[in-house]
């Protein structure tokens, strides 16, 4: 038997590691983008780059959201837009089940599965585009054991 992480397990605590930089404390959220079993971006929680964050300054709710807060998908997607790399075909890893918005971003972009750890406020038309466009989602829980936590 080996401790070799399978690769489920490896991007969904990389999930889990990158929501340590989140900067809204209402969710820490991570998400990892993969192609080809390479991470290609990087998303946590937090406020548009060079503004307030909600650990400084508080949230900005509206109708129980904060708006301040551009979610760990968004900021992962837009990181390939900002560095010219395609989001198609790919597989995304988050640590929460995507806001209908993430999800409607993600089938958009041309994520093809989606692994999340949460089930956070899943919204059934999220799981209906998800059907409609034939994406795969799937909750995957992280084994403690294997990351060395007791």
Known sequence: MTNRLSW????????ELI??????NRAYVGAVLVKNNRIIATGYN??????DNCDEVGHEMEAGHCIRTVHAEMNALIQCAKEGISANNTEIYVTH???INCTKALLQAGV?????NTAYRIHP????????????YV????????????
């Open 8 to 15: 489920q397990d490896y991007f969904m605590a990389n999930a």
């Open 19 to 24: 929501s340590k930089r989140s900067t809204c």
């Open 46 to 51: 937090g406020g548009v780059a060079d503004t």
């Open 97 to 99: 089940f995507p806001c």
């Open 112 to 116: 093809k599965k989606i692994t999340y």
């Open 125 to 136: 038309f999220a799981i209906e585009l998800m059907e409609q466009k034939e994406v795969e």
């Open 139 to 150: 909750q995957h829980d992280i084994p403690r054991v294997k990351l060395g936590e007791k």
